[in-house]
């Protein structure tokens, strides 16, 4: 950008002098045509060619391959995104973490994300990290995800996947590698066991009252796959695919009428007293 700044600067500079130089003859520092054609030929042809020559090279060779699709074994971790209408499931290779949205990486650490989908095409995109990749029926997509700094870095789904296509965030938050590790070791724990008699109550709502048909707790008999894994649920900053932030009243609303929030997703409201739902809602709440 600088490079390119100094050039303008220069070319405005020249036209200036052109055209206040404009009834005169011959160039302004002295020579004739000669001087003049060889100005030409440096600047007009010579310097152009070298610059571009560069900065193809530069392009092709330094900055394609640092941001290419990670080959076999050329990157410590696996991250495998699926694609869901309207969500994304991310499952990290040989652990039994699964989590929805929200994708943890360790902070400079090359990671292969493995696109695939559930239904539809979409298109996974983190602008701050790398290009995009599109999720596709029957093919396994690669791009390589690596974060020089820790932060959270969001990204929306690229490709038109119908009703709720622009409610389909996904966040990369890079973290130092022991936060990480023990956001991962935590993550791959079954859902922790009720510690209040509100949560236990919550808990047998969730299983007998149709959440568990679509939803999954490790460790419970809730196996559904229809839903995002809600095993650590309340570790998530937001719901529904970064829809609505992930405390007490959002969690409740969301609950209470998915529909309100993000018409055409696939959870229906589900009728219950109202002990019952506060109880489940003291139970998600305690999923961390
Ligand atoms: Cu998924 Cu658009």
Redesign the pocket.
């Known amino acids: 950008m600088i490079g390119c700044w100094i050039g303008f600067g220069v070319v405005c500079f020249l036209l200036l002098l052109g055209w206040l130089r404009r009834n005169r003859e011959g160039l302004p520092f002295g020579g004739g045509e000669r001087a003049g054609n060889a100005l030409v030929v440096i600047l007009g042809i010579a310097l152009p060619v070298a610059l571009l020559s560069g900065l193809f090279f530069w392009s092709d060779i330094v900055v394609i391959r640092s941001t290419a699709a990670p080959t076999r074994g050329s990157t410590r971790l696996t991250v495998r995104v699926i ?1 869901h ?2 969500w994304w499931e991310a499952r990290y290779k040989s652990t039994k973490a699964v989590t929805a949205n929200e994708i943890h990486i360790p902070v400079r650490v090359p990671v292969d994300v493995v696109g695939t989908t559930d239904d ?4 996974f995109w983190i602008p701050q990290l790398n290009r995009k990749i599109d ?1 596709i029926p029957g093919r396994q997509n690669h791009v390589l995800l690596q974060a020089n700094e820790p932060g959270i870095y969001e990204g ?7 009703l709720q ?2 409610h ?1 965030i996904a966040t990369v938050i890079a973290d130092p590698k022991p936060v990480f590790r023990r956001w991962l070791a935590n993550m791959a724990k079954p859902v922790r066991a009720p510690s209040k008699p509100s949560e236990e109550r919550g808990r047998g709502v969730f299983l007998e009252q149709g959440c568990a048909e679509c939803h999954r707790l490790r460790g419970t008999p809730a196996d559904g796959d229809v839903g995002p894994d809600l095993t650590h649920l309340a570790t998530r900053r937001k719901l529904a695919a970064g829809t609505v932030v992930n405390d007490y009243v959002h969690l409740a609303g969301w609950v209470a009428d998915p529909q309100h929030f993000k018409p055409g997703n696939r959870m229906p409201q589900v009728p219950m007293s109202g002990d019952d739902f506060n109880a489940l809602v003291d139970y998600l709440q305690s999923l961390k």
Not at 120 to 123: G, L, N, R, T
Not at 156 to 162: P, S, V, Y
Request: charged share 10%.
């Open positions: 694609g209408q309207w539809v095409i979409h298109s999720l929306e789904c690229a490709e038109f996947c119908g296509h622009a389909m």
